[in-house]
């Protein structure tokens, strides 16, 4: 049994591993929010657990167990979040931090029931892959509607950013996981991007935005 801090750091490690970068304890602490003193004890109490390994050279890294364990948490959470959404009626704004605390009920089978009870889903309502039993994971998504040029048409896959104010903005604008975006123009100026969501009129957006899209 871990505390909930312990495993709010092996999922905030196991998701900046995500990123293929080394892992630091700045990082750790901006990601987390926590002042950098209280990052380096908790990575001294996970490594004395042989949940994590550290040194300056390669950063902070999970060990085998500490990546089960990390994949565990991140699973009943992405799970939660889809029982929200479909089976409660939350928005997809509203779930993030529900599932946040109920990703650290701890029972054996309860994932798993949850997962047969939803029908087995592969992505979260932010598409983000939802770990299987055995560790599996499906694919996942890297490439931003940043990196496409003019022209290309894409369908949206997942969002990097699921606090609520991004995703109010984007259920403004109409766009979802599966909407079809067309890039029309990148502005040299400011790098704010002109799409075309689905048969709409074109649309700008700021370079943040289109960083925090995730594109098929």
């Known amino acids: 049994m871990y505390t909930l801090s312990e495993e709010n750091y092996l999922k905030s490690i196991y998701r900046l591993g995500q990123t293929g970068f080394k892992i630091t304890p700045t990082a750790i602490a901006e990601s987390l929010g926590n002042n950098p003193a209280s990052v380096v004890d908790m990575i001294r109490k996970l490594t004395e657990k042989q949940l ?4 300056k050279k ?9 990546l089960k364990d990390a994949v565990l948490i991140v699973r009943r959470h992405r799970l939660w979040e889809v029982f929200l959404l479909e089976k409660l009626g939350y928005h997809w704004d509203e779930i993030h931090d529900i599932a946040e605390e109920l990703e650290h009920i701890n029972n054996a089978t309860l994932a798993d029931r949850l997962d047969k009870f939803l029908g087995f889903p592969e992505y979260d309502p932010h ?10 994971v499906p694919k996942s998504y890297s490439v931003t509607l940043t990196d496409l040029k003019a022209g290309d048409t894409c369908r949206v896959a997942a969002v990097r950013d699921t606090n609520s104010p991004f995703l109010q903005y984007l259920q403004k604008l109409e766009i979802g996981i599966g909407t079809q975006i067309q890039l029309i ?4 100026f400011d790098n704010s991007l002109v799409i075309r969501i689905g048969d709409k009129e074109n649309t700008t957006v700021s370079q943040k935005f289109g960083e925090n899209i995730l594109v098929d």
């Open 52 to 55: 994590i390994s550290y040194d």
């Open 58 to 66: 390669n950063g902070v890294k999970l060990t085998p167990q500490g």
């Open 127 to 136: 598409g983000d892959p939802i770990p299987k039993a055995n560790g599996k």
């Open 185 to 188: 123009e990148k502005i040299p």
